[in-house]
T-cell receptor, first 118, second 113 residues
Framework: AQTVTQSQPEMSVQEAETVTLSCTYDTSESDYYLFWYKQPPSRQMILVIRQEAYKQQNATENRFSVNFQKAAKSFSLKISDSQLGDAAMYFCAYRRTPSTSGTYKYIFGTGTRLKVLA | KAGVTQTPRYLIKTRGQQVTLSCSPISGHRSVSWYQQTPGQGLQFLFEYFSETQRNKGNFPGRFSGRQFSNSRSEMNVSTLELGDSALYLC????????????FGPGTRLTVL
């Protein structure tokens, strides 16, 4: 069974600094998708960035980038120039590609709470 | 385009009661998934519905059930509530196929006393 592990329950970063959130996963599949979702306090969860496993190039979205190491099954999120609005719970998620049966589901990690210090 | 909506936003129930939560997906989205979020456990997948059929199910007891209507709206029911059922219940909708992002609702905060 696939698993997603976020070993950092909480992290802090100074405003304007860079922080990296860790995520490891376990799967026997070769084709899948990885995601980082952000859940601000009392607000809805939104997608930050996603990575297709077959792509070697790391995904980037403005100040957010990932370090995808497929062999190591590692998928870390780097936030550059941290802003107060980045303070949130961050979830790493895995989703396999649809099999011939067409069924699949998302598997989430336990989350990392990011605090941004002014 | 309206986002995913969930009703009610807050619920307080007592042990043994049952509860029904509702989720309206984004227009055009046929897949609806439900998650239970608790501190320290992250998001636990409950089930997914697609075109009125349960397509995937997580490891939750039979007290947790759901359904989806022809307009893709979904309901989740929990019977015989237990204290441990207190959680934020999130609904997420998506179109089908690969590369598909899930769009989450604001959640229903259920407190069982």
């Amino acid at each position: 069974a696939q698993t997603v592990t976020q070993s950092q329950p909480e992290m802090s970063v100074q405003e304007a600094e860079t922080v990296t959130l860790s995520c490891t996963y376990d799967t026997s599949e070769s084709d899948y998708y990885l995601f980082w979702y952000k859940q601000p306090p009392s607000r809805q969860m939104i997608l930050v960035i996603r990575q297709e496993a077959y792509k070697q190039q790391n995904a980037t979205e403005n100040r957010f980038s990932v370090n995808f190491q497929k062999a190591a099954k590692s998928f870390s999120l780097k936030i550059s120039d941290s802003q107060l609005g980045d303070a949130a719970m961050y979830f790493c998620a895995y989703r396999r590609t649809p099999s011939t049966s067409g069924t699949y589901k998302y598997i989430f990690g336990t989350g990392t709470r990011l605090k941004v210090l002014a | 385009k309206a986002g995913v909506t969930q009703t009610p936003r807050y619920l307080i129930k007592t042990r043994g009661q049952q509860v029904t939560l509702s989720c309206s997906p984004i227009s055009g989205h046929r897949s609806v998934s439900w998650y239970q979020q608790t501190p320290g456990q992250g998001l636990q997948f409950l089930f997914e519905y697609f075109s009125e059929t349960q397509r995937n199910k997580g490891n939750f007891p039979g007290r947790f059930s759901g359904r989806q209507f022809s307009n893709s709206r979904s309901e989740m029911n929990v019977s015989t509530l237990e204290l441990g059922d207190s959680a934020l219940y999130l609904c997420a909708s998506s179109r089908d196929g690969p590369y598909i992002e899930q769009f989450f609702g604001p959640g229903t905060r259920l407190t069982v006393l």
